[in-house]
């Protein structure tokens, strides 16, 4: 998950009654197509992660939670994941429910609404369904992949995606082993006609370059009730203009716009925006003062707290020379007070906040176990420096480790701007030095950037980080995560750390259709995650939402589907 890098000024002005910035940029209160059956007025929705390298889901440089609240109303997908967990199928693309066959493996059955057209007006058939599949199955070349891609997981298991009715709405998928999280497929549909091209290396440059945020979505291509037009975007002002598509078959949206403007995690800016109506909703990180005072705003302004399906964490580069050594990380958690960590930063502001011992389920999942070993679940400083010096390493008389020359000292890297964030790693860095491990805070703004800057993630320039993974009800999604690297193609997991019995794990994860089993399996996995101790779940991270009281249909969804999930039904007084 990416949070912001900077903020942006706020300056308030009135229009039909909503709440707007001026010189907002990116579009007129008349621009887009689609009004006249459309709502009035428009919301501003304060962004407060990073403002968009890339919009294209796919790959490392899109894969941002500003992404994706940018992208749940435009690109279609066959489920729609509501705030209690719950999966339904979208009425507005389908026709029907999805069949699911497994009477001789796996077939799953999609039949496309008639009416579901593109904002080109070029139906949505099959062909867009068996184009997603073809450019996420393989990110192996020689098998017409693209290492760019996040993750294979469930695309790789399916054989084939066919069309069959005189005009292509009906698509068949065929798995060649069964994948039982099949409802999580096809989430961000991409538009066949517009981006497939025969030559798998011609379409994985496509794929790697994306859609830089400067030149928009290709073709300005929605599937949904809104439409991100490359005119109505101001990278300047970090500003995206949200219109109505004007193809949209479904009910029309309820808003003439919605303007997404980033505007970073100051607590103070924030508060100060709602307090003056320049701001309609905010989905900061919450802080204890940003909470309690905007819980001060009320009746003006609504608020909730909840417990959402992502956590925070710490994740190592194994690469790096001291963090190679099982022995170091396992003393560097060793070292840690995780309750001291939650009770110092979400346990400000909720009661309900504690310590993560699962990386796979959460606190308040039904499958979540403690797996963590007895050994991390309290600090123990005398344990981790037994550990350090059985690997080698000498205690100083700064009182910090060394082996070989090299003192123990770690770099935690995260996002600017993120005060949680870094009251995280201020309270980690005393309880290191107990231990002799010396730790810095730094900043990164490229950390959720691509391969091309060598301090990100991706290019394993760092060497421990703080940040969150945000979730959905369907867990085989962390797959990509935890398994094992092949060459350049290391998906997500950026600690480049696995083994097979892991992998071998998941694949049986993937295939389970009984949900105990499948929990089983899944607590399994995690309890061989503390083995390698690559990844560190620190607390199940908290959502907070507010909004003005004029505008009604605001609903938190603390899942992957984010804030805007329903904004298209939202309405201003």
Known sequence: MKFSKRGAALVATGIAGAMVLSACGGGSSDSGGGEGDSGSGRVIFGESTDFPENLFPYIAAGNATSVANLLIRVLPGPYVVNPDFSVDWDQDLLASEPELDTSSGQVNTYEINPDAVWSDGTPITAADFEFTWRANRSSDPADGGCPALLGTTGYEQIASVEASGDDDKTVTVTYTTPFSDWQSLFGNLLPAHVMDNDDPAALCESITNGWPIADGIMDDISGGPWQI?????????????????????????????????????????????????????IYPQPQLDLVSQIEDLSPAVESDVNFGLSFEHLDFNTTYGPLSSLAVRQAFTMALDRQEIVDQTVGQFSSDAEVLENRIF???????????????????TAMAKSLLESDGWVLGSDGVYAKDGQ??????????????????????????????IEATFNANPDIFAGAEKPTSLEAGGFQAAVFAWVGSPFRGATQSIYEQPQGDAIGQNYSRQGTQEIDDLFAQFQTEPDPDAQAELGNQIDALLWGQVATVPLYQKPTFIAYQSSISGVEDNSTQAGPLWNADTWTVQ
């Open 407 to 436: 003192r123990l000292t770690v770099q935690i890297d995260t996002t600017a701007n993120n005060p949680l964030r870094e009251t995280t790693i201020n309270v980690m860095i005393p309880q290191l030095a107990e231990a002799g």
């Open 229 to 281: 037009k490359a005119e109505n975007i101001d990278v300047g002002s970090q500003i995206v203009t949200l219109t109505p598509n004007p193809e949209w078959w479904g009910e029309p949206t309820g808003l003439a716009q919605l303007v997404v403007q980033n505007i970073g995690n100051d607590p103070t800016a924030a508060v100060q925006a709602m307090s003056n109506q320049e701001l309609g909703v």
């Open 362 to 380: 959460f606190n308040n999942q039904p499958q979540y176990q403690d797996t963590a070993p007895d050994e991390y679940k309290t600090q123990n």
